[in-house]
């Protein structure tokens, strides 16, 4: 007999309903997202909406495998901070709370633990804190990913400014598709596109691949977005998010069936000679 939970959501079940689902659901889901600008059409809480969102489909789709954590509602939005109403954690912050949560599902039982950030500014303190959580919990998978990044070659087929990558086409091509409230389309307008766009600090960040050079957002676009919303689509949104869910769905039964990581042994000894 399947076992059918009445909800994968982990904050509107019972600790007796958890307790029962447990053993049947290896892998949580920890959605993180961003109060931020998206714009001048498009509402703060984006990130934030796409994360839980794709994280539901993915947990409807695996179900009973997978129960999904609240998510996460303020990210790293420093560079943001410029426009009113963004929200920021610090990147020391942000880091500890991914630690902290994700501890608290591994001393309940978890040790697939799958973090999945809406937002691309969270990116360096996951990574560290995903660090930090293989060394402290040897016994535990821990992956993570953003959205877009998962379907960055449709996104290279698709996208049609050559600057992009904030509140542009693609992203809310997503919006329109996860939650059409999100979108007010008669208020979007391009943004910074192409490198012309851009003053020179932006111009050489943007002209040299693989190196890093952040700028604020009231810097690269006074409407605060990248490339051209007015461009996106319901149809390129489904594209994209219903190929992030079927590629994660994919990781997550490749994890599913991993054995649980087992500590590093100890370095070998080489025994020296005493002369």
């Not at 984006?46 to 794709?54: F, I, L």
């Not at 910074?192 to 676009?221: C, V």
Request: hydrophobic share 40%.
């Amino acid at each position: 007999m399947t076992y059918t939970p009445r909800t994968h959501r982990l904050a509107d079940l019972t600790w007796p309903e958890i307790d029962e689902l447990r053993p049947h659901a290896p892998v949580a889901i920890v959605p993180l997202g961003a109060t931020e600008q998206h714009g001048l059409g498009m509402a703060q809480r984006t990130d934030t909406t796409r994360a839980e969102v794709v994280a539901d489909m993915v947990a409807r789709r695996l179900s009973p495998q997978v129960v999904v954590t609240p998510t996460i509602p303020v990210g790293m939005s420093e560079h943001h901070m410029a426009f009113p109403g963004t929200l920021t954690l610090s990147p020391v912050t942000l880091q500890q709370v991914v630690v902290e949560l994700v501890t608290s599902l591994h001393r309940h039982g978890w040790r697939r633990i799958f973090v999945l950030t809406g937002h691309g500014g969270n990116n360096s303190a996951v990574d560290v804190a995903v660090s930090r959580l293989r060394a402290e919990l040897a016994d535990t998978h821990i992956a993570w990913s953003g959205i877009t990044p998962v379907v960055a070659d449709i996104v290279k087929e698709q996208g049609a400014s050559q600057v992009r990558g904030h509140s542009c086409e693609i992203e809310t091509s997503q919006a329109l598709y996860v939650d059409p409230d999100l979108v007010l389309p008669e208020r979007l307008v391009p943004g910074s596109s192409t490198l012309d766009d851009l003053d020179p600090a932006g111009r050489l960040g943007r002209s040299w691949p693989g190196i890093q050079f952040p700028q604020g957002y009231d810097a690269l676009s006074p409407t605060g977005n990248l490339g051209n919303p007015r461009l996106a689509t319901t149809e390129l949104g489904a594209l994209l998010v219903d190929t992030v869910v079927d590629r994660v769905c994919g990781f997550l039964t490749g994890l599913i069936g991993l054995p649980d990581r087992s500590p590093a042994p100890p370095p070998a000894r080489i025994a020296l000679e005493t002369q």
